[in-house]
């Protein structure tokens, strides 16, 4: 089934730990995306790979780093976990960034809690 | 700076319509989406537009006014299944989705 997963669905983690959100599409689309959604705020870009070998930062990258070794795989590493960043992490895709027309995808989502 | 706007709340009686409005301010403009996210699930795609107008899909229609820097979704024949978040996007010239908090819906029987 064509779609996007991540793993794990949900975490409880101490803090200072380090840990890695894994995200996984079969859409072969070329842009990837990481956001944390928190209660009264809208989605929040972490970090976005238009293509396989390049990121970027989006509006909340601090504590966080991303890579792409393929077009398949996006994980997001918090190097070092904070209570603030306990949120819902969705991985999302689409077919390229730059199409005005273009639609992400979003995988179920991560539950964190950092303690 | 770039905001979207929409109520954090509305209510509505199953069979109904309710129109859902959302203003933006963002750097640049590249189009407007809206997605349906319920409770506990990810966020799935309803529509975009980009050019004045209404664009119609089913039961769902959504509308843009680029000069105003507004767009609704409007929803008729409300069914319980509806309930659910509305998130409003912008898309800005960096072709970035600012989203909006989003809009829960209730529908009542």
């Known amino acids: 089934i064509a779609g996007i997963t991540q793993a794990p669905t949900s975490q409880i983690l101490a803090a200072g730990r380090r840990m890695t959100l894994r995200c996984t599409q079969d859409?072969?689309?070329?842009?990837m995306y990481w956001y944390r959604q928190d209660l009264g705020l809208g989605l929040r870009l972490i970090h976005y790979?238009?293509?396989?070998?390049?990121?970027g930062k989006g509006e909340v990258p601090d504590g966080y780093s991303v890579s792409r070794a393929n077009t398949d795989d996006f994980p997001l590493t918090l190097a070092s976990a904070v209570p603030s960043q306990t949120s819902v992490y969705f991985c999302?895709?689409?077919?390229?960034?730059?199409?005005?027309?273009?639609?992400?995808?979003f995988g179920p989502g991560t539950r964190l809690t950092v303690l | 700076g770039q905001n979207i706007d929409q109520p954090t709340e509305m209510t509505a009686t199953e069979g109904a319509i309710v129109q859902i409005n959302c203003t933006y301010q963002?750097?640049?403009?590249?189009?407007l989406f809206w997605y349906q996210q319920h409770a506990g699930e990810a966020p799935t795609f309803l529509s975009y537009?980009?050019l004045d107008g209404l664009e119609e899909k089913g039961r769902f229609s959504s509308f843009l006014s680029r000069s105003k820097g507004y767009s609704y979704l409007l929803l008729k024949e409300l069914q319980m299944k509806d309930s659910a978040s509305y998130l409003c996007?912008?898309?800005?010239?960096?072709?970035?989705?600012?989203w909006g908090a989003g809009t829960k819906l209730i529908i009542k029987p």
């Open positions: 999302a895709s689409s077919d390229s960034r730059s199409a005005t027309t273009d639609t992400q995808y």
């Open positions: 859409m072969r689309h070329n842009a």
């Open positions: 790979s238009n293509t396989a070998g390049t990121t």
């Open positions: 963002t750097s640049g403009f590249n189009g």
């Open positions: 537009n980009v």
């Open positions: 996007a912008a898309m800005d010239s960096n072709y970035q989705l600012i």
